[in-house]
C-alpha cells in the first residue's frame, strides 16, 4: 500500500514517509511528554513489574505487567471509558463510540502527534471487570493493530483492593519502511500507555493505596531509624 523506496520518476518520498522522518526527529522531546514528570515507577517484591517488547521487522508486540492499588471493577470503568480517551491520553486526538452493543462496540480513533496523526476503526470486545480488547485493520500506517487489557482480582492489604494488570500491544506495519521510522515511537505510547491509565485512575478515585502505604512504610522506618 505504501511505497518503501522513493518514487521512480521524481526520487522523493511520500508525504507519510517525509512526515513519519520528521516525527522520527523529534522522538526525545515526545519520549518526555509521554512520561512526564507527575508519574511514579514502583515495583513490587511479590510480584515484580515486567515489561518486553518483541517482534519481527514489519510486526511488534509488547506486554506489560503490573500490580494496581485499585479494584478491578475502577480499573475497568477507565479502560472502558473510550470516548474520555482524548481527554486524558496525550496522543489521542479522536475517540469515539460509534456504535455499541452488549459485550462489544465499534470506536473511531486518531492516535499521534502532528503533523502524523493515524486515524482508524477498532472493533471492541468487552468483559466486564476483567477483558477489552480493541483489534483495527484499516489503518493508513498499520496493517494490524491490536491492544488487550486482562485485570484479575489482586490479594487484598486493609487499605484496600488491588488488581493485577496485563497489557498486550501488537502492532504491524503496511512495509519494513514505516516500521524502521515508526517503531520507536509506538514503543514508547505502548510502553506509557499502563502509566497514563493510572494517573486517570489516581484523578478519579484519589491515590493508589499501596503507593501510599508504602510512602507511610517509609516514613515510619526512617522515623523509628
Known amino acids: 500500500l505504501f511505497p518503501n523506496s522513493p518514487c521512480q520518476r521524481c526520487g522523493r518520498y511520500s508525504k507519510m514517509a517525509r512526515r513519519l522522518c520528521s516525527w522520527y526527529t523529534k522522538l526525545p522531546y515526545l519520549r518526555q511528554g509521554l512520561l512526564g514528570n507527575n508519574i511514579e515507577r514502583r515495583q513490587l517484591s511479590f510480584l515484580p513489574e515486567s515489561c518486553q517488547m518483541s517482534g519481527t521487522d514489519k510486526r511488534k508486540e509488547f506486554s506489560e505487567q503490573k500490580l494496581l492499588g485499585y479494584s478491578p471493577k475502577e480499573i475497568y470503568t477507565v479502560v472502558a471509558d473510550i470516548n474520555r480517551y482524548k481527554d486524558f491520553l496525550p496522543w489521542c486526538k479522536e475517540s469515539l463510540i460509534v456504535k ?37 485493520t484499516d489503518g493508513k500506517l498499520f496493517s494490524h493493530l491490536e491492544t488487550t487489557w486482562k485485570i484479575h482480582p489482586g490479594p487484598n492489604f486493609p487499605t484496600g ?31 506509557t500507555l499502563a502509566q ?19 510512602t507511610q512504610h517509609l516514613n515510619i522506618s526512617h522515623t523509628n531509624s
Open 161 to 191: 483492593h488491588t488488581s493485577i494488570i496485563h497489557i498486550s500491544t501488537i502492532f504491524e506495519f503496511h512495509s519494513i519502511f514505516y516500521a524502521s521510522l515508526g517503531t520507536p515511537i509506538f514503543e514508547e505510547v505502548a510502553k
Open 100 to 136: 455499541e452493543r452488549p459485550g462489544q462496540c465499534i470506536a473511531k480513533l486518531a492516535v499521534g502527534f502532528p503533523p502524523l496523526v493515524e486515524k482508524y476503526t477498532s472493533l471492541v470486545i468487552m468483559k466486564p471487570y476483567s477483558l477489552l480488547r480493541s483489534i483495527s
Open 196 to 214: 497514563a491509565f493510572e494517573a486517570r485512575c489516581h484523578k478519579l478515585y484519589g491515590p493508589d493505596h499501596l503507593k501510599t502505604r508504602r
